[in-house]
């Protein structure tokens, strides 16, 4: 099926990304080094290729190099997740840590779609997100994994002194996860709300219709979290990773349909399209729940269940990806990986 139609097309070859990047490790230590070592590679390749960064911020980017910057920052989402899931020994927590960066990612897509220009605070996800990340895993190699996992009393001895009664022994990966959302996840969303907010009122527009097309992602978690509690298996504590893959490339098929609909000015139908991620999940649910009726045994095995989950969104989402990038590719008459066509 296609994905991009004759207005989309047209909009296309008009498109103008627009991004701000106020980050201070960016602004004075990554864009100077990059801009350096770019320099190292040759001209017919895309400069966006070399430097591995997620997200372009100039005014020339092609609608192409955009889309194919979210798919990869969405993969190291993913994967990162997973990492550091295994680096903080947090077992079923994996898949709240992916929650943690995934809800501010989505809300930051959203807020795009509509502000038509993506800002990049002074402390954001992609850059001090990750670096704080990265210094977490150098960090484990100096303490091991158990570090976080233990009593956070025990962890910091410094806390152990203060008293604090009103709260139960519990392992330091949870006061990290609770930080994060009260300190990161929570005002970024409430940022987001807001510069969506004053463009819908700008535009005397709904903003009912505008929280509207975040009920496809809230089905998503919402139904993941129904299967992990009927889940007679536990899949979310006994394969917490093929569950973050499952759900991750689920939501990588969200997040690319909305890119799409706003690199193309298509939003008709959008919701509906973004949908089709969630297809797998009342079959999964409806055997978790035919348990409830056979002794605690499913109709399918659920780690076969979880198997297939992964394989519909895998292909759900390169179908998406591959396609898209063929489609624009076509439609603005460039190669991709090359810079301009071959002369015949």
């Not at 991009?4 to 230590?29: C, F, M, N, P």
């Not at 807020?111 to 670096?131: D, S």
């Not at 330091?172 to 970024?188: C, E, N, R």
């Not at 298509?266 to 035919?290: D, Q, Y």
Request: hydrophobic share 50%; glycine share 6%.
């Amino acid at each position: 099926m296609g994905y991009i139609g004759a207005h989309g097309v047209e909009t296309l070859k008009r498109y103008r990304y627009s991004g701000q990047d106020h980050s201070v490790v960016a602004k004075y230590v990554l864009q100077p080094f990059w801009s350096r070592c770019v320099t190292l590679f040759p001209l017919w390749m895309p400069s966006i290729r070399p430097t591995l960064t997620q997200l372009p911020l100039g005014g020339s980017i092609l609608p192409m190099d955009y889309f194919s910057s979210y798919t990869r920052l969405l993969m190291l989402l993913m994967f990162e997740a997973l990492a550091l899931g295994s680096t903080l020994m947090c077992g079923r927590f994996t898949f709240c840590f992916w929650v943690i960066a995934a809800v501010p990612f989505y809300l930051a897509t959203w807020e795009h779609f509509f502000t038509n220009t993506l800002i990049l605070p002074l402390i954001n996800g992609p850059t001090e997100g990750l670096m704080l990340i990265y210094l977490s895993h150098l960090f484990t190699f100096l303490t091991g994994a158990e570090w976080w996992a233990q009593d956070f009393r025990k962890s910091i001895p410094l806390l152990s002194w203060i008293p604090l009664p009103f709260i139960p022994d519990m392992p330091l990966y949870i006061i990290v996860m609770i930080l994060m959302i009260l300190f990161a996840v929570i005002p970024t969303i409430g940022s987001n709300i807001s510069n969506v907010q004053k463009v819908v009122d700008a535009r005397k527009g709904s903003m009912v219709l505008a929280l509207a097309m975040l009920l496809p992602f809230i089905a998503l978690l919402t139904g993941v979290a129904v299967w992990s509690y009927l889940s007679p298996s536990d899949i979310m504590r006994n394969q917490p990773h093929l569950l973050v893959i499952g759900t991750g490339f689920a939501f990588g098929y969200l997040v690319g349909r909305m890119i799409l609909a706003h690199l193309c000015d298509e939003p008709k139908g959008l919701k509906t399209g973004m949908c089709m991620s969630l297809v797998f999940l009342p079959f999964a649910i409806a055997n978790a729940l035919t348990a409830k009726i056979n002794a605690g045994i499913p109709l399918v095995d659920e780690l076969l269940v979880l198997f297939l989950y992964c394989a519909y969104t895998v292909g759900l989402y390169l179908h998406l990806a591959v396609s898209v990038v063929h489609e624009i590719k076509d439609a603005l008459g460039i190669y991709c990986f090359r810079i301009t066509r071959k002369e015949a």
